[in-house]
């Protein structure tokens, strides 16, 4: 049995080691997540970059990566700026070609090198812009439950104003929704929402696109009084578009998705930003990697996890050892029997 034991005790070491390489893998610092992308920025318009902000702890910035989908049309390249803060002086710019450009739903991956030290905590925010309307655009996490109320449609509907039903929300405090757009510019002309109680007539919450900013092929999102009680109950919506919007559609009416609550985010991350303006309610989907080798990934684990990491892995070998003893002695007896 003893021997049996110590293959089984073999056995562990060999699976903790393999798993010690596999987490030791490279993998991104810092990494924004949404499966499946549902909003996309939208084109990029010239004098309207659009960017993220984030704080490293340590290691060196070596590259970005950020999530574009590919709209449509002639291709254009990007440029992408890199600064220590919003609006600070300019660390990095970096020409993205438009060969290097996605087709479909992918990544670009923007090299950088900054020369920080190992150990040396830094915030940093960046832009990415265009010369002309860009054929790609970014994509957009929403912080919160999304529901798809109605999918990207095949027409464009008139501008001016727009009504439609929201029927049995299956979550509560809806904080946004987001309407497809071929075409719309809150910076010339205002848009703006209100939602009705169809039961008393009466409006109980009200919105309106704080992106000031020309938007195409995009989802533009109305931020919203919160609703806390509109859970599976209907309510009319009724939009107050400029007349030279062009939002989309179907048969049904307009394509939009109901956003409700916040959810909880990295605190390394900053908040998604357009021109001057910043917005806390989403995110570039983008992932952020560093000079960090296995070694300061074996150093992050162990300041994390400490005593708790190693004890783990102590029990994890002898659990294995004790199951090998036993299923032994079961096998000896069921031969001597």
Not at 48 to 56: E, I, N, Q
Not at 270 to 295: H, K, N, Q, Y
Request: include cysteine.
């Amino acid at each position: 049995m003893m021997r049996a034991a110590l293959r089984w005790g073999a056995f562990a070491l060999a699976a903790l080691f393999v798993a010690l390489l596999a987490g030791l893998t490279p993998s991104p610092e810092l990494e924004v997540r949404a499966v499946p992308h549902q909003t996309q920025f939208g084109r990029i318009f010239p004098g309207h970059p659009v960017g993220a902000s984030f704080f490293l702890e340590r290691g060196d910035l070596r590259a970005l990566e950020i999530a574009l989908v590919d709209l449509g049309g002639e291709r254009t390249p990007l440029e992408l700026t890199l600064r220590a803060e919003i609006g600070g002086e300019v660390l990095q710019r970096v020409e993205i070609p438009a060969s290097s450009l996605p087709s479909g739903d992918g990544w670009v991956r923007v090299p950088l090198a900054l020369g920080l030290g190992d150990s040396s905590p830094a915030g940093f925010h960046f832009e990415l812009s265009s010369a002309s309307p860009s054929s790609h655009s970014p994509w957009v996490r929403y912080r919160g439950v999304s529901h798809v109320v109605r999918p990207w449609g095949d027409r464009v509907l008139p501008g001016g104003t727009l009504e439609c039903e929201l029927s049995l929300l299956p979550h509560s405090d809806l904080r946004a929704l987001a309407l497809a757009v071929d075409g719309l510019d809150a910076a010339a002309e205002p848009a703006r929402l209100s939602i009705v109680d169809p039961r008393t007539g009466s409006t109980v919450s009200r919105g309106e696109v704080l992106q000031r900013s020309p938007q195409a092929s995009a989802w533009a999102f109305f931020t919203l009084e919160p609703l806390a009680n509109s859970r599976h109950k209907p309510w009319s919506v009724r939009f107050e578009l400029p007349a030279s919007a062009r939002p989309i559609g179907d048969a049904s009416g307009p394509s939009l998705i109901a956003f409700h609550g916040r959810g909880a985010v990295d605190p390394a991350l900053g908040e998604m930003t357009c021109g001057a303006a910043s917005f806390e309610d989403r995110d570039l989907i983008f992932r952020v990697w560093t000079g960090a080798g296995p070694g300061a990934q074996l150093a992050r684990w162990l300041e994390r996890g400490g005593l708790r990491l190693i004890a783990a892995a102590v029990l994890f070998v002898l659990a294995v050892a004790l199951v090998g003893g036993v299923l032994a002695r079961v096998e000896a007896a069921d031969s001597s029997g």
